[in-house]
Nanobody
Framework: VQLVESGGGSVQSGGSLRLSCVAS????????MAWFRQAPGKEREGVAA???????TYADSVKGRFIISRDNTRKTTYLQMNNLNPEDTAMYYC?????????????????WGQGTQVTVSS
């Protein structure tokens, strides 16, 4: 599975961005699609995940501000990011896992994109 992210950029605090992740094949059966981020000098952290059991999971730091979704083909995953703040500045990665148990926000996904940079200025 190949994953390609897009949509990153530079915004001011309070602004919004929508990230997209296009996969080479659609998701079926057991899967999770997720977004992770890594800021300079920090560990990678899970931001949002959507799994085949119908559940979505968000990091506490983004609840109420970020929304993960997918299109009907299940090849594209989105991350709508609202009310951004400088602490959201990071490289954002799309990931997919097709194993059981479902990964949620665990940082051991099978497939990863190259990342897209998000920079939020105050």
């Amino acid at each position: 599975v190949q994953l390609v992210e897009s949509g990153g950029g530079s915004v001011q605090s309070g602004g919004s961005l929508r990230l997209s992740c296009v996969a080479s094949i659609y998701a079926s059966g057991t899967y999770c699609m997720a977004w992770f981020r890594q800021a300079p000098g920090k560990e990678r952290e899970g931001v949002a995940a959507m799994c085949s059991d119908g559940r979505t999971t968000y990091a506490d730091s983004v609840k109420g501000r970020f929304i993960i979704s997918r299109d009907n083909t299940r090849k594209t995953t989105y991350l709508q990011m609202n009310n951004l703040n400088p602490e959201d500045t990071a490289m954002y990665y799309c990931a997919r896992d097709i194993r059981w148990p479902l990964r949620g926000l665990k940082d051991d996904y099978q497939y990863w994109g190259q990342g897209t940079q998000v920079t939020v200025s105050s």
